[in-house]
């Protein structure tokens, strides 16, 4: 049967159009997230669907943004913790047992995109730059060895020696996502596993892209990346060689 719902994320879902409704509004006004808990409590609905919808809207966000045409600004973060067992050993520095996420922001347009990268080789993170600036951008990164050589006009910064701008080249917008996100790590959903961490990179980066709207034009954007999207529970759950163990 054919209803509303049918051909977006709310597909085959039990759960009411009014607390979809509440559901996205209450999602849309936390600008750090929310958690599936306090969604719960507030639609009257389990915590396990609570958590299903999140992950539903998180997919809303999902799509390209780019390619960006620059200038652009590419930096990578991580998210996790150190395993215990290698920091009982003495060996859980830096980003040991973390999970990495690459962002580009663009200066014209203030746009952003993130993902999960799955190393932050120089294949990688070039990867991502090529997939997402358009031929001609200039690329402003650190000066991480992985993106040396690319075919752009690029210019690094050397964060090492604390050079953090030079003229006008500088990594401090893409920053700010990482800033937002990892306050609606610490203070929202404190653990992100690397299983989902992708989804909540779209989140964020998402919010970012419309953060200047309106509260109505930011439901009624959210609203329009629902068609054409479908995420089942058992694909959310299913294994995808990421570990879905609680890193803080």
Do not use: C
């Amino acid at each position: 049967m054919f209803t509303v719902k049918t051909g977006t994320i709310m597909e085959a879902s039990n759960i009411s159009y009014r607390a979809w409704a509440v559901g996205i509004y209450i999602f849309m006004t936390n600008i750090k997230g929310v958690s599936s808990m306090h969604l719960q409590r507030e639609l009257g609905i389990g915590q396990r669907a609570a958590w299903f919808m999140m992950h539903r809207l998180r997919l809303a966000f999902s799509g390209d943004a780019g390619p960006f045409d620059g200038p652009v600004e590419v930096d990578e973060t991580h998210f996790g913790g150190e395993r215990r067992e290698l920091r009982e050993a003495g060996i859980g520095r830096g980003d040991v047992g973390k999970t990495a996420v690459v962002g580009m922001k663009d200066w014209e347009t203030k746009q952003v995109s993130a993902k999960v990268a799955a190393s932050t080789d120089k294949a990688t993170l070039q990867g991502f730059v090529a997939d997402n600036a358009a031929p001609d951008a200039t690329v402003y990164t650190d000066e991480a060895a992985a993106y040396k050589g690319m075919s752009f006009n690029h210019e690094s910064m050397n964060h090492s020696v604390s050079e953090y701008v030079r003229d006008m080249a500088h990594t401090n917008g893409v920053e700010s996502l990482w800033s937002m996100m990892k306050r609606g790590h610490d203070g929202i959903y404190h653990r992100m596993s690397p299983k989902h961490l992708d989804r909540y990179s779209q989140e964020f980066a998402g919010r970012h892209n419309i953060r200047d709207a309106d509260t109505i034009d930011q439901i009624e954007n959210l609203i329009a990346g629902i068609v054409g999207k479908r995420l089942l529970y058992r694909e959310l759950i299913s294994d995808n060689g990421l570990s879905s163990g609680a890193r803080s």
